[in-house]
């Protein structure tokens, strides 16, 4: 475990190789108590349950910028971002752990973006 940490990390923690990773996506709730992002939250945490990708939600009441910093030290490969505002438009925001590139995505695309990932790891 101390020889992946070592090889995999960067100035904001580890970076898990999804081969390995305790958690296959980390699911941020922006606007904990609103109807609408509790559900799509909720709902992504069953699909990559059900699929074998082990989500972590986190749904505390923190600011963003702790929710952001706490998940990149934990280190999962890939992050849903799901707000209020981004609901609005449709669209979720997935960020790639390892580049820190993020894609504004519909549910739908963003599931499916996530789960051609896994593909061949599960």
């Not at 074998?52 to 910093?69: H, M, S, T, V």
């Not at 695309?109 to 896994?118: D, G, T």
Request: charged content about 30%.
């Amino acid at each position: 475990m101390g020889g992946i940490i070592e090889a995999n990390h960067d100035e904001n923690g580890i970076v898990w190789p999804k081969s390995v990773t305790p958690f296959g996506v980390g699911i941020i709730n922006l606007k904990v108590g609103n109807d609408d992002v509790d559900r799509v939250c909720e709902e992504l945490y069953e699909i990559f349950e059900k699929s074998g990708i082990e989500p972590l939600y986190d749904d505390k009441n923190d600011r963003g910028g702790q929710k952001f910093a706490r998940m990149d030290l934990i280190g999962l490969p890939y992050q849903i971002i799901v707000g209020p505002r981004g609901l609005q438009d449709g669209i979720v925001e997935v960020k790639t752990r390892i580049s820190g590139k993020k894609k504004d995505l519909s549910f739908e695309e963003a599931v499916n973006y996530i789960l051609s990932e896994y593909k061949s790891v599960i």
